[in-house]
């Protein structure tokens, strides 16, 4: 996806960059370059800009995601706080930022070493997030005392549940009137995690959803006509799923991909090429479908939908992402971020073995499991 650029800020920049080199010249400013900016740097300084450098064969992330050996800790850059969200985000505001950043990460989590070490080791998205945002760390195993923003009280754990976290890293964009405007559940490679970031901190989430954005970004993603990687385990047309008037026989999984989609081609030469996998798929009903496409879909509570008329219902902007569905058609886990073996492994256990009625959420019953950190 070729990132968006807005013209009136291309302009802005060429404008600043002949202020400074002319107070250069006169001995006005030195020649050094920028740094990363401090805690309290407030947006009334010079602009910090995202660089534009998409390749998403380059970008995706290689690693391992069974649980790290040693632990993680949260960069020295991430807020001090109290945890009291209200508080935090009325200081945020107070120091010039655009909003609030809650990271909900695990000492043990492979995906998460890939968002502090990868996408937060590029300087160019460590200035613009600390430059826009305050980011509050919280580790959803953890015992602290958290204060939500309606000054309900409870752990780290609890907060976590309360949010609905199922993956690892998750983060939350509160803006400046603590309203959430954005949720990324799970890992994302630097060029979408820098469109999350310009889509709040630009206040574009006012009037678009976050898929939308990104379709005006690359309009070319939208009307793409290629072909989607086939497998075996796909049911074919035509796309039937209601359960609303009879229940399946198994649960259901929608794949939601594109055509020329470098990580849908990962997913399909990885784990979905892994004997476990297949063999857990058997206990699953597997559809696919074009995240923009015109084909007609009755789903599973029972509407009539194209493809990508349900995608944007449902505010889908990853592919791959698979939808995870019970018998009656409920929702009960979606998985829209990067997802390696051990994440879709666990994913698949999760829903095929029922666990999702006793536990409300995926990180719950892997500890319960006395596992975690995926």
Known sequence: MTHHTHP?????????????AWLWVNGAVSAAEPSVPAAGATVDDPPVELVDD??????????????????LTHPDWFKLSFLDMADDLREAVAAGK?????????????YCKALL??????????????HYFDVV????????????????????????????????????????????ALRL???????????????????????????????????AMVFEAGSLNYA???????????????PGERPLIVFFEQPDCHACDVLHTGPLAEP??????????????????????????????????????????????????DEHGREVLRLDSVAKFYRLQTALEYVRSGAYRDHPTLQRWREAQGAADQ
């Open 8 to 20: 009136p800020r291309v302009a802005g920049r060429a404008l600043l960059t002949l202020l400074l």
């Open 54 to 71: 998409f390749d998403p064969e380059f970008d995706y992330p290689l690693f391992d995601d069974q649980p790290l050996v040693e632990p």
């Open 98 to 110: 655009r909003g609030l950043v809650i990271y909900f990460g695990q000492k043990y989590c492979a």
């Open 117 to 130: 070490q990868t996408n937060f080791g590029k300087a160019d998205i460590q200035a613009y997030t600390r």
């Open 137 to 180: 760390g919280i580790d959803i195993q953890g015992d602290a005392t958290i204060t939500d923003f309606d000054g309900a009280e409870g752990n780290e754990r609890w907060f976590a549940l309360r949010h609905g976290v199922n993956f690892t890293p998750t983060l939350l964009f509160y803006d400046a009137e603590g309203k959430l």
């Open 185 to 219: 559940s799970g890992y994302y490679p630097p060029y979408q995690f820098r469109a999350a970031l310009e889509y709040v901190a630009d206040g574009h989430y006012r009037n678009e959803s976050f898929r939308e954005y990104l379709a005006r970004a690359d309009v």
């Open 232 to 246: 075996d385990f796909f049911l074919p047309p035509p796309y039937a799923l209601s359960r609303a008037h009879r």
């Open 276 to 325: 476990e996998i297949l063999g857990q798929l058997e206990g699953f009903e597997s559809v696919q479908l074009n995240l923009w496409g015109r084909r007609p879909v009755i789903t599973p509570d029972g509407r009539r939908l194209t493809e990508g008329e349900w995608a944007d219902q449902l505010g889908l902007f990853y592919a791959p992402t698979l939808l995870f569905f």
